[in-house]
């Protein structure tokens, strides 16, 4: 078959995947999913109250045309950002695709669709509740790192300038929960090996990929669970490399709501009384 046709099947492949499966693999999470996931990143990672890990990270695609520099990333080259926010088990939970690689993971987070509906209390994410073996309500919060804003709804490290033990302590917890989406991340890149180089189509095209590839991740993590050939070689390769991440990162336009920060400290106390 020529090129073209391949092309072709390979698109309307991928869309119907996405079309049919996302609702059983990837689907609008209920206060229910919202609560499992939060035991599991009690019980697997040591952090309450936790219904994701977020992060973004660069899929590279081909210049588009016509689209000067929009595409052009930090890494030097061009690309379509897939945010993604996954549960303890490293499963995508939800994940938006398409944005331009110029766009930081803040500025890609503030315009998500993730941040219009969580902002406004539309994603069905449960009532504060009880830190475990304390009466201190707190809000049901994802964990980022510290290119995402700090919010009630969000948490995010401390930056260095401002660091002392208690607050170095909650770093290195959040940190480690955190780690659920980088090596979702991990897994998918290692498994589909298009995310390796260019995703020669175009954007449109390129989103409907990624999104595939996310569907088909889940699935697989379904079935495999921790046997998966890749996840074992990523978690061996993160666990070398956690030792020595840092937490220097400055703040950088970071108005962060005082309700945040109050909550953000009832973790940290949280934590050096529950190590």
Wanted: proline share 6%; charged share 25%; hydrophobic share 35%.
């Amino acid at each position: 078959m020529g090129a073209c046709t391949v092309a072709k099947i390979v698109h309307e492949t991928c869309l119907v995947i996405w079309e049919e499966l996302v609702n059983e693999f990837i689907p609008v999470p209920t206060k229910e999913h919202w609560e499992k996931v939060s035991v599991g990143y009690n019980d697997k990672w040591g952090f309450p109250n936790c219904i994701g890990s977020i992060d973004g990270k660069h899929c590279q695609i081909k210049c588009p045309k016509n689209s000067g520099s929009s595409h052009f990333n930090y890494l030097k080259y061009f690309s379509l950002v897939l945010q993604g926010v996954a549960d303890a088990d490293k499963k995508f939970i939800i994940i938006d695709v398409g944005a331009r690689g110029k766009q930081s993971d803040g500025g890609t987070f503030a315009s998500s669709k993730l941040c219009n509906l969580i902002s406004n209390n539309n994603l069905n994410v449960p009532p504060e509740k009880h830190l475990p073996g304390t009466n201190i309500k707190v809000p049901y919060v994802l964990i980022g790192d510290e290119a995402y804003p700090l919010k009630p709804y969000l948490m995010r490290p401390f930056p260095s300038r401002v660091l002392n033990p208690a607050r170095e302590y909650f770093n290195e917890r959040l940190s480690r929960a955190r780690k659920c989406i980088e090596c979702t991340f991990g897994i998918l890149r290692a498994k589909w090996r298009l995310l390796g180089k260019d995703i020669e189509v175009s954007p449109k095209k390129a989103v409907v990929i990624i999104k595939c590839m996310c569907l088909l991740h889940n699935i697989i993590r379904e079935k495999d669970g921790n046997s998966d050939v890749d996840y074992c070689n990523v978690m061996i390769d993160q666990r070398n490399n956690w030792e020595n991440e840092g937490m220097d990162h400055p703040v950088r336009g970071a108005n962060s709501l005082q309700r945040a920060k109050e909550i953000r400290n009832v973790f940290v106390d949280y934590f050096l009384n529950n190590p």
